[in-house]
């Protein structure tokens, strides 16, 4: 519950319907008819009242007419909070009474400690009384908001967010006073995968919806219609198609999404990019919303809106595999290509580099002056293009530029833990692995950490057939990720003949052999490019990460202490570079796989599965846990080399870049991860409340106190009598996600007035539907506190 439980303060807004852009809302949560306003949660203040009302003394036996006596004076109900009693304009949340502050409409608007409670909102929302009060009455509110025309007029007031409780301590749900940890480990179980979503599909000529380079995950536009383009809305995967075989040329920039269960296009752009050079996404021009980045077919670098529309493109230029940063950490972003750093919100070229670059490259500081430098395979160059660094090391490239560039790679990770960064190269043309490090105090600026190491053990070239390049050459991409649970970050990379692994730690140890640094190798096919790339993602969170590469046949997901195989499917490429990619697309709260495939070559028996079950796949499929036990991740992978703190989740790009190898918990490279706890659940709890203004209703306030999004659909029970014996009143449905400290109000008309003379409670998450999806890290506060069902008399 970290970072969540406000009480259930205040209530919120009668319901926010579930995003229909451009129609009005509607209330659809509760058995019955007419949308309803907020209703007052348990205990806080909502109210305008004057807080004492009666000056005379009393105690728990005396009658305050409706009200709490609070020390020895009568209190109105909606400003009771613990032992105190709130001033007017104040609301209790957490037996604290606070003073909302400014308006808001997205968390992001509020101070660090404080979240936007849209409950306290005036367009849409019901004041009402907040949870953590005395006797948990509270106000009625008003009408419930709606989204129109893509933009929901939804606002709320910043509230501080609540303590975490002392290590150990569980929150008393009669009395919440602090937040504990909410998080829920999945079980150690036979690893499964499946398909959930997959779009293309065309296997025979013209292979129209081909795919043969890395696709990206990127936010692109407003799906839950509160007029912003944020981490909450449903990703976008970005790709290039060809067809007829031809992916050296012009291709189709597409944009899909997860809607309703199924992927759609969201809009596709042709005849403008090269289809198998790669792309790069986020905001570049300071404006809301993202762009995405790709290489022009006509040598240009081009760049695109959310939309698709084009916004700039630059002068012609080498561009193969884009990056976007804030290099001199100015405010404003670059878009780094082979040919130069650009202006991102113009495409203007604003430096070349001093020298022509040799290879790839990535962007990281390695020198820790706290600016970010761009690193090739053999050089280093700051910010503004200038040459620092020049191994000559690992500077050989054939087809420079072009989509079947065989390039040496670089990565950046700290492999030994000392806090400086190594520069991992794994050498195409010489199928090997070396590591070097800036270092100032070295002849210039640099030193071996490791010599070349053959990436292809103990499997002999002949693997590959004579005269293929995965014969005499291969390597693709790195990552870094700890793969055998040590605390130190290693290395693997796919080459021409087997997938392998060494350990990071090793690698920089001299005393340590170079074959001996290799933790293990399986054979793979992929003797065509032997240039593949591939991502790592620990899915079960036990600190080790699995390796998940395709070849030219399959989609494998090995094991990372040992290799073996967890699970594989049919997955045909004739192989670039490209590589899966692993984010949250459909905002499910669980990670998941993005994998392209293509069927031009499979005539051919080195691109053929042979299994019995299908020889070709073609275009973009979506693979997930059936079990939904896969742990969280982010809903973003925005460049082939991503590496988490080069872009914010919702696609912005960081003003001053957090150095991966030092932020804790990441220290890795095309690796994905969930900032926080990859264990993070939901938790609901729930209060209730009479509405009291027209026709008599229930409403109850369901609050998120857990660390993870509750998904829209929990089910909301209305009870008349005690807990355990009650008499169903009927029930209700949320229509939206709510975040951490988020509520919604659900409310049940029609309720017979004559109830007032009893006790009513609430339960959420009522029967425990099936939900596989999501779990709850505690399910025993999600009964309410029964309530009389009286309307309040306080004047």
């Known amino acids: 519950m970290r970072r969540s439980l406000l009480s259930l303060l205040l209530v919120p807004l009668a319901l926010i319907p579930a995003c229909e852009c451009g129609s009005e809302g509607t209330n659809p949560s509760s058995t019955g008819s007419g949308a309803a306003g907020g209703a007052g949660g348990a205990g806080g203040g909502g109210s305008t009242s004057t807080g004492l009302f009666d000056a005379g003394a009393c105690n728990s036996d005396t009658a305050c007419d409706g009200g709490v006596c609070v020390n020895g004076a009568c209190c109105d109900?909606?400003?009771?909070?613990?032992?105190?009693?709130?001033?007017?304009?104040?609301?209790?949340?957490?037996?604290?009474?606070?003073?909302?502050?400014?308006?808001?409409?997205?968390?992001?608007?509020?101070?660090?400690?404080?979240?936007?409670?849209?409950?306290?909102?005036?367009?849409?929302?019901?004041?009402?009384?907040?949870?953590?009060?005395?006797?948990?009455?509270?106000?009625?509110?008003?009408?419930?908001?709606?989204?129109?025309?893509?933009?929901?007029?939804?606002?709320?007031?910043?509230?501080?967010?609540?303590?975490?409780?002392?290590?150990?301590?569980?929150?008393?749900?009669?009395?919440?006073?602090?937040?504990?940890?909410?998080?829920?480990?999945?079980?150690?179980?036979?690893?499964?995968?499946?398909?959930?979503?997959?779009?293309?599909?065309?296997?025979?000529?013209?292979?129209?919806?081909?795919?043969?380079?890395?696709?990206?995950?990127?936010?692109?536009?407003?799906?839950?219609?509160?007029?912003?383009?944020?981490?909450?809305?449903?990703?976008?995967?970005?790709?290039?198609?060809?067809?007829?075989?031809?992916?050296?040329?012009?291709?189709?920039?597409?944009?899909?999404?997860?809607?309703?269960?199924?992927?759609?296009?969201?809009?596709?752009?042709?005849?403008?990019?090269?289809?198998?050079?790669?792309?790069?996404?986020?905001?570049?021009?300071?404006?809301?919303?993202?762009?995405?980045?790709?290489?022009?077919?006509?040598?240009?670098?081009?760049?695109?809106?959310?939309?698709?529309?084009?916004?700039?493109?630059?002068?012609?230029?080498?561009?193969?595999?884009?990056?976007?940063?804030?290099?001199?950490?100015?405010?404003?972003?670059?878009?780094?290509?082979?040919?130069?750093?650009?202006?991102?919100?113009?495409?203007?070229?604003?430096?070349?580099?001093?020298?022509?670059?040799?290879?790839?490259?990535?962007?990281?500081?390695?020198?820790?002056?706290?600016?970010?430098?761009?690193?090739?395979?053999?050089?280093?160059?700051?910010?503004?293009?200038?040459l620092f660094i020049d191994t000559?090391?690992?500077?050989?490239?054939?087809?420079?530029?072009?989509?079947?560039?065989?390039?040496?790679?670089?990565?950046?990770?700290?492999?030994?833990?000392?806090?400086?960064?190594?520069?991992?190269?794994?050498?195409?043309?010489?199928?090997?692995?070396?590591?070097?490090?800036?270092?100032?105090g070295a002849p210039g600026g640099f030193r071996i950490v490791r010599d070349p190491v053959d990436i292809n053990g103990p499997i002999p070239p002949s693997a590959c057939a004579a005269g293929s390049w995965g014969n005499t050459h291969g390597g693709g991409p790195p990552t870094i990720a700890d793969f055998n649970g040590d605390g130190f970050p290693d290395v693997a990379m796919a080459g021409g003949v087997g997938y392998v692994v060494f350990d990071g730690r090793e690698l920089t140890d001299p005393a340590v052999l170079g074959p001996d640094t290799l933790i293990w190798i399986k054979p793979t096919v992929d003797c065509s490019s032997a240039s593949t790339g591939s991502t790592v993602f620990d899915f079960n969170g036990d600190g080790r990460a699995e390796v998940v590469y395709s070849d030219q046949q399959r989609m494998r997901i090995y094991d990372g202490p040992t290799g073996d195989v967890l699970f594989q499917t049919c997955n045909t490429t004739a192989t670039l570079i490209e590589n899966p990619v692993i984010a949250d697309v459909d905002n499910d709260g669980h990670a998941d796989i993005v994998v392209i495939s293509n069927a031009y070559g499979s005539n051919s028996a080195g691109i053929q599965c042979n299994d019995g079950v299908a020889n070709g796949q073609s275009g973009v499929r979506v693979f997930g846990d059936p079990a939904g036990a896969w742990v969280r991740t982010r809903r973003v992978w925005n460049e082939h080399a991503y590496h988490i703190t080069n872009v914010a989740e919702d696609g912005s790009i960081p003003q001053l870049e957090a150095q991966n190898y030092l932020t804790p918990g990441l220290n890795n490279f095309r690796q994905n991860k969930q900032p926080g706890s990859e264990f993070a659940a939901p938790d609901a709890v729930v209060s209730i409340a009479p509405q009291c203004t027209g026709a008599y209703?229930?409403?109850?306030?369901?609050?998120?106190?857990?660390?993870?999004?509750?998904?829209?659909?929990?089910?909301?029970?209305?009870?008349?009598?005690?807990?355990?014996?009650?008499?169903?009143?009927?029930?209700?449905?949320?229509?939206?996600?709510?975040?951490?400290?988020?509520a919604e109000v659900v409310v049940l008309p029609g309720v017979d007035p004559a109830i007032q003379s009893g006790t009513v409670y609430a339960i959420v998450d009522d029967g425990s539907p099936p939900h596989p999806l999501w779990t709850e890290c505690r399910t025993d506060n999600n009964t309410s506190a029964a309530i009389s069902g009286r309307c309040s008399t306080v004047e």
């Open 77 to 386: 109900a909606d400003l009771a909070c613990g032992d105190a009693c709130c001033s007017d304009g104040q609301l209790c949340s957490f037996q604290q009474c606070q003073t909302p502050g400014a308006e808001c409409t997205d968390s992001s608007e509020c101070p660090d400690d404080h979240y936007c409670d849209f409950s306290l909102g005036d367009d849409g929302a019901g004041g009402a009384g907040g949870m953590g009060g005395s006797n948990g009455t509270g106000g009625a509110g008003g009408m419930g908001g709606a989204c129109t025309g893509g933009v929901a007029t939804l606002t709320g007031r910043c509230l501080p967010r609540p303590p975490l409780c002392p290590n150990g301590q569980d929150p008393d749900p009669d009395n919440l006073t602090c937040v504990a940890a909410c998080q829920v480990v999945p079980a150690n179980t036979t690893f499964e995968a499946t398909l959930k979503y997959a779009w293309g599909g065309q296997t025979t000529a013209p292979f129209a919806t081909d795919v043969m380079m890395s696709p990206i995950v990127i936010q692109l536009d407003d799906d839950d219609c509160d007029g912003k383009i944020t981490e909450r809305d449903i990703p976008e995967i970005v790709f290039s198609t060809f067809a007829n075989g031809a992916y050296t040329g012009a291709g189709v920039l597409h944009a899909i999404s997860v809607v309703e269960g199924v992927l759609v296009e969201k809009w596709a752009t042709p005849g403008i990019v090269n289809a198998t050079k790669h792309i790069a996404a986020g905001n570049i021009d300071g404006l809301p919303g993202n762009e995405v980045v790709a290489c022009g077919s006509d040598g240009t670098a081009r760049a695109f809106r959310g939309d698709g529309t084009p916004l700039w493109t630059s002068a012609a230029m080498p561009c193969f595999m884009p990056s976007i940063a804030d290099l001199d950490a100015d405010g404003t972003v670059e878009v780094i290509v082979e040919g130069g750093i650009l202006d991102g919100a113009t495409g203007a070229l604003e430096a070349s580099f001093s020298a022509p670059l040799a290879t790839s490259f990535v962007v990281s500081d390695i020198d820790l002056d706290g600016q970010l430098d761009v690193v090739t395979a053999s050089q280093a160059f700051h910010a503004d293009g200038t």
């Open 392 to 440: 000559a090391v690992s500077n050989q490239s054939f087809f420079y530029g072009t989509s079947d560039w065989k390039s040496p790679w670089p990565a950046v990770g700290d492999l030994d833990g000392d806090g400086t960064p190594e520069v991992v190269v794994v050498d195409n043309p010489n199928h090997t692995l070396h590591v070097w490090q800036a270092d100032a």
């Open 697 to 742: 209703a229930l409403a109850a306030t369901v609050r998120n106190i857990g660390e993870a999004p509750l998904p829209a659909g929990v089910t909301v029970g209305f009870y008349a009598g005690a807990p355990g014996s009650g008499t169903p009143l009927g029930s209700g449905v949320t229509t939206r996600a709510l975040y951490p400290a988020e």
